[in-house]
């Protein structure tokens, strides 16, 4: 089946979705992209695009950081964005990725006088880390990059060279995960996702001001515990040691969900296993984004017209 691109405001064969090789953001990294999971529920034969609109907030939050303008307001985004991933005929769990970006062609490192483009395309999607287990992580001999470098809480492509160098680290040396410390070594977030820790019965996770990606998924967990589990979430800065002490750790995000931690620098977690707070979480969440927990069906846009 041919796949679609929502390309230079027209959706076209992915194959025609080309940028030419002096592209601004692929030279300089000055884009700014989203990563939304689509979610297949087989009983309805449904896909749920999950949090669509809280995405495409911080899309437009990332935009004025970077002096970009979005070609649409977000109703009319989240719109188009139905109609790619629908256009795509998804019969599985998917992502989409909307990118906004400097589409001149010139060289010179600056973010004014350029032009603005926006993309979108969409491709099947499993699991982004293993869900079960509870995962093996290090804590990076990278620091996450300060926001008066490059600001965390904007969703830049270039910041991603930071992931890129502390994911590949911890993998090539057989971990699942990097958790990357701030500039002044206390936690700041996984290469991908956000991280709790459980102490007490009690959630504590970083402030945005830790130069965090502030999560749709750190959100939605916030919410979740609050509501569901009646667990209150701290945030406070959490020194590195405060990981191998805690109860539990836990990592979220679109791709890795909710993603409990079972080692980390080679010391339990905990039992060493999967939590029950990570537990009862990670299953609440699953429900939630395949559209089966009445109170949250609103995070979740369906993508085929209902039968
Ligand atoms: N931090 C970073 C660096 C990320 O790339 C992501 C994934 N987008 C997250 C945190 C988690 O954010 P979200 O829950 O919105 O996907």
Known sequence: MSTYAYFNGEIVPLGDAKIGIMNHTFNYGTGVFEGVRGYWNGKEEQLYL???????????????????????DIPKLCDITVDI?????????????????????????????????????????????PPDRGIRCCVSSWRRI??????????????YVNSALSKSEAMLDGYDEAIVLTQSGTVSE?????????????????PASDNILVGVTRNTVIQVAREQLG????????????????????????????TPVSEIDRRPIGSGGVGPVAAKLQETYLSIVR?????????????????
């Open 50 to 72: 999950f949090r669509l609109k809280e995405h495409y907030e911080r899309l437009q939050r990332s935009c004025r950081i970077m002096t970009m303008a979005l070609p649409f």
């Open 85 to 129: 991933t629908r256009r795509n005929a998804h019969r599985e769990d998917c992502y989409v990725r909307p990118l906004a970006y400097k589409d001149s062609e010139l060289i010179g490192v600056r973010l004014h006088q350029l032009n603005d483009a926006f993309l979108i395309y969409t491709a099947p999607f499993g699991k982004y880390l």
């Open 146 to 159: 300060d926001d008066n470098a490059i600001p965390g809480r904007a969703k830049v492509t270039g910041l």
């Open 190 to 206: 996984g290469s991908a996702e956000n991280v709790f820790i459980v102490v007490d019965g009690k959630l504590i996770t970083p």
């Open 231 to 258: 667990i209150e979430t701290i945030e406070r800065s959490i020194g590195r040691a405060e990981l191998y002490s805690a109860d539990e750790v836990i990592l979220t995000g679109s791709a890795a969900e909710v």
């Open 291 to 307: 559209g089966e927990v009445e109170i949250y069906r609103e995070w979740c846009t369906p993508v085929y017209p209902k039968s």
